[in-house]
């Protein structure tokens, strides 16, 4: 079984920063990929950024210049690095994780951290 454990959301200001966290823990041979998605009021979820274990990444265009993700460590731990933050980036992060176990590959969500962004 893999757990993945969220901090860092927040309410912060318009044009302030946060950073989210997110660290693996488990029977994990491998991380294949980690990444963030988001679900905001109205709409379906959505993928903010993600990385590979070959540091291949992937952002939303709407994040893109503003949020960072980095490589996951020696830890498993995974960091979204949000800046400029805008009102409508408000939503529920959750984490994602693609990793190999004994019982093969699978995908891991963690339970999400909001974040809000005020006016």
């Known amino acids: 079984q893999v757990q993945l454990v969220e901090s860092g959301g927040g309410l912060v200001q318009a044009g302030g920063s946060l950073r989210l966290s997110c660290a693996a823990s488990g029977s994990i041979f491998s991380i294949n990929a980690m990444g963030w998605y988001r679900q905001a009021p109205g709409k379906q979820r959505e993928l903010v950024a993600v990385i590979t274990s070959g540091g291949s990444t992937n952002y939303a265009d709407s994040v893109k210049g503003r949020f960072s993700l980095s490589s996951f460590n020696a830890q498993n731990t995974v960091f979204l690095q949000m800046n400029s933050l805008k009102p409508e980036d408000t939503a529920v992060y959750y984490c994602?994780?693609?990793?190999?176990?004994?019982?093969?590959?699978?995908?891991?969500w963690g339970q999400g951290t909001q974040v809000t962004v005020s006016s």
């Open positions: 994602n994780a693609r990793t190999t176990t004994r019982s093969g590959r699978g995908d891991y």
